[in-house]
């Protein structure tokens, strides 16, 4: 049986629509970003656009590659040189189209990594906050999960990565928000919303403050750890709707 294909820009029209990415301030494009051959019949998927993951799909002769993490990111250098030239080279020489969706992908309903991560956690959502209602809020489904030493080792579990927590770790779990990647600026509206406890993927030096001074404790997940179900099930979901085939890489990040 022949495997089936899509066009390249049907499959960006689709996922404008279905991403609603003109709903988004975003920092980078969302879309197509580097074209590549008209007709697509496997797409790799991961998390960023690195190097490894542009020759694993080359290897894996992909058509087109989906990232959350892209290019050409507000206030990077503009100049096509260094890693960028080599990356943009690769692509361009293989004919291998790059789409990339970056807030439009954390904050979908059903295929973002915020839902994603809520569902990998066993986490029930009954509440949204922030621009564009980014960040959730709600409970842990397991009632072992007690404490936040019990949520910790809970996370360590369920991402196979250890977690950084700020608090103290016999307190009661409560009330959970969380948004994935660097989003630990949003502790604050974590807090105004009621959380007890908030999850992030990254850290900066004055989010142990304000954790500390909050009484609302704090759990730095991994940036890639937090962010590895968005595009998994954005692929599966292409793969359905059009009956091409679809594999995930995980180009191990440990931040």
């Known amino acids: 049986m022949s495997m089936k294909s899509v066009n390249r820009e049907d499959l960006a029209q689709f996922l404008a629509k279905e991403l609603q990415v003109n709903y988004f301030r ?42 959350h993490h892209g290019y050409f990111w507000r206030g990077e250098d503009m100049r096509v040189i260094g890693q960028k030239q080599r990356r943009l080279k690769l692509l361009l020489e293989h004919d291998i189209s790059l789409f990339a969706y970056h807030l439009p992908l954390d904050n979908h309903a059903e295929l973002g990594n915020n839902i994603g991560l809520g569902r990998r ?4 959502a009954d509440g949204r906050f922030g621009e564009n209602d980014l960040a959730w809020l709600g409970t842990v489904d397991d009632h072992a999960v007690a404490t936040l030493a019990d949520l910790a080792l809970h996370i360590e579990l369920k991402l196979e990565r250890k977690p950084l927590l700020i608090g103290d770790p016999a307190a009661p779990v409560g009330r959970v928000a969380w948004c994935t990647g660097a989003a630990q600026n949003m502790l604050d509206q974590a807090i105004a919303a009621g959380a007890s406890v908030y999850l992030s993927g990254e850290i900066s030096e004055p989010t142990v ?47």
């Open 209 to 255: 403050h304000l954790a500390r001074e909050s009484g609302v404790a704090y759990i730095a997940c991994g940036h890639h750890a937090t962010e590895r179900f968005g595009v998994q099930r954005l692929g599966d979901f292409i793969a359905a709707q059009f009956g091409i085939k679809h594999s995930f890489v995980d180009i191990d990040n440990p931040v």
């Open 26 to 67: 975003d920092y980078c494009p969302n879309g197509v970003q580097v074209e590549g051959r008209n007709t697509i019949k496997h797409i790799v998927s991961g998390v960023t656009a690195s190097l490894a993951l542009l020759e694993k799909a080359v290897e894996m002769q992909a058509d087109a590659i989906l990232v």
């Open 121 to 124: 956690l066993g986490f029930t």
